[in-house]
């Protein structure tokens, strides 16, 4: 497609983030050292960030018993490097007069201009007692550019995150960087006292700070630190030209502070600047440039705030009652408007009425969401989940659609129907989900589904009726796969979130359960000693997640979340229910999953998963705890990739699994290698569990069940991340080696697996 190829570079983007009291110290007389690096010992910023260090700061709004504040944030999009020769290609036709309102860089000129401007107005509430809670309340919002949405805000504001400068590693892009004052600063960055200035009418000094290794993850830029109480005052920080992040070619941040006492800090101004392309990493090419400035004002603390001031609504930036006028926006605006800022919204409604603009948007909404809205009500698909292949159906097609009138519909319908060209089967899904209440997010759902799927995918899978089984549908996979099973299920759910982030939900299920290819696999059993094929199974599942510390947007039933370093925690109780609609089996389960990435410094991100599950009463294999194997060629995370579908099944196990990101700072130290800024990845999976030998005598058939119990099976390797050309880096490719469990039927010793991973 040639009408306006730079959108497709905002598509793929898009889906892929005082006053001081004076203190005495012995530092009476700092001597200006030349430019040249010197021992720690010997350098003048040492004493400094000593001084520093002793009086470590916290922020200030965990110190009182409750604060609230204002915070205006303003969000902006540019495309950046457009030289004249782009943009007299024919894709701008009819929509040349959105250049008229670009800004001119530099005496080449290459152009940057606004296509998405974002204003919002917060009010901030918190309190630490008697009981930790906060509320963030939307006081108005104005936006314009492509898209202007939810859905287009959040991608924007999910770029950034919420940093500490006093944080020994600071989080950009999930990604760890050792922060300029670390008190392990010295082992990362080069320091240098340049002298002294007057900030905001602080006396400070004045610090240069440099990566000792280019290579690696680092930025360099000046701190800030007041001569009187050592606090940081400003600081600027900026990523090496040699930046090793998908997309992103540079990032620069500017934070101010207020330093109202010797023990806490205050924010007072955050600038950020990210500079994305999938063109190349350098600094002319075409790209987009995503500005973010957030200014907190009107401080107050100790009110006695009351529960009643953070029961109120849950809101979102669609809600119209936020949309203000420009009075409102002049009185209000905590910092005057650009003259590229003040110009989006004048473009922006030139161009709504343009049809090529309208098309790219529709591109942009196809490719972030994987749907196509029609009739303004109806989406089709998912698109990426069309094709697949087993050996029951042969080449399967799946299509489907769901109602979606805003991001914040409060009621969702949803169905599939799939082909198998070898069984000659129709297969289907449905179902059906109303929110009730915006604040616990009460919802109920119905949903039912005939389809062919691979049990034992997952150990603590979701009871969705619409999540698609990437066992028995992808394309790829190594060996014959004919352990797939038909699905008669109808079910319905319950669920409530009575604190923030923490979701109690009841599933009621009917479902029975055959082997889709008998002849190769039985799930036949005994019961009463006769023997059946087919199980019926009625059950009541209780999940409790917590998810402390996720970032969530929108109110609908369905939720934008952010990409943060949140933890999962899920606990569920499965009670089976012997004869309702004539089910087969009286059983208890208990499950417990636990997910956790971690950042370590500048020593990448860890990830760590552990599931644990008990049976308490014989089962048959229809019913049991499956290790999950991968067959397929693709990465599919907690699973086990040199494990077969049914190699192992457990009455109770527990596994573990670690995966660690070195972000490459391995590669970094290797010639030539380090060119192709390649990242390393370590990992380790065990399984442990044990099988009854009443649970194995109850099922028929030739498959030898067994459980990892003499010793835990494991499986490690590593892989090699961000593989691509210029700034797209997204293939991963793994390399597998098992462990133990070697002399076991088909066990494959190595394996290599490959897949695609879109974030930073």
Known sequence: MKYFRIIFLFLVLASVFSFSQVRETDIDEVQIQASKKLKKKDNPAFEILKEVWKRKKSNGLSQFQDYQFEEYEKV??????????????????KVDFIFKYADTLDQANQLSLPVYFNETLYKNFGRNQPTRKKKREILANKSSGLNSSDAMANTA??????????????????????????????????????????????????????????????????IYISKVNYAVVKATLKSTKSINVNFVNSFYY??????????????????????????????????????????????????KLNDAV?????????????????????????????????NVYTMMDELQDVPQFKKAVRIYEVVSSGYYNAFKAIDFGDIFSVIGFN????????????????????????????????????????????????NNRFTLGVGTRRDILQLGAQLTGDEGIMTRSFASSGVLSSGSNFYLSSVNQVSGFAAI??????????????????????????????KNNQQYSELNDSKLVLSVTARPGAVFSQYGVDRYEHSTLAPTIMLKYTQGLEGVFNSDFNYSKLQLYYFQPI?????????LNVEAGKNFNKLPLALQNIIPGNQSYNLMPNTFALLNY????????????????FNGKILSYIPLIKKLKLREVGFYRTALGNLTERSILMNVGNQNLSAPEKKPYYEYGFGIENIGFGNVRILRVDFNWRGNYLENPEARKFGIKFGFQYYF
């Open 76 to 93: 902006e999009l540019d495309l950046a490097n457009l030289d004249s020769t782009f943009t007299h290609k024919k894709i701008f036709n």
């Open 157 to 222: 504001k999910n770029l950034y995150k919420e940093i500490d400068i006093y944080d020994n590693v600071l989080n950009f892009f999930n990604i760890g960087f050792t922060s300029p004052i670390a008190t392990d600063g010295f082992s990362a960055y080069d320091y240098q006292l340049l002298g002294e200035e007057n900030i905001n009418g602080n006396d400070c000094y004045r610090i240069k700070y440099e990566p000792k290794r280019k290579e690696v993850l680092s930025m360099y830029g000046v």
């Open 254 to 303: 500017d934070l101010e502070y207020d330093n109202p006492s010797d023990s806490i800090f205050l924010p007072k101004k955050n600038y950020q600047e990210i500079q994305m392309s999938i063109f190349g990493k350098k600094e002319k090419s075409k790209s987009i440039i995503a500005k973010k400035t957030v200014i907190f004002s009107d401080y107050l603390f100790d009110q």
């Open 310 to 342: 953070f029961d109120t609504k849950v809101t979102s930036l669609t809600d119209s009652e936020f949309n203000k006028d420009e009075a409102y926006w002049k009185e209000n605006r905590k910092e005057e408007l650009s003259k590229s800022e003040a």
């Open 391 to 438: 050996e029951v159906e042969g080449f399967r097609l799946r299509v489907g659609a769901r109602t979606y009138f805003s991001a914040n519909d409060t009621w969702r319908a949803a169905f599939y129907t799939a082909y198998g060209f070898k069984d000659h089967q129709l297969k289907y899904g449905f179902e059906f989900r109303k929110m009730f209440n915006r």
């Open 497 to 526: 979130d009575p604190f923030k982030n923490f979701t109690v939900r009841l599933d009621a299920t009917n479902q029975t359960t055959k082997s889709a290819l008998p002849e190769k696999f039985s799930l036949d059993f005994y």
């Open 599 to 607: 950042l370590l410094k500048s020593f990448g991100r860890l990830l």
């Open 646 to 661: 049914y190699e192992f099944v457990a009455d109770q196990y527990v596994t573990f699994q670690a995966e660690h990101h």
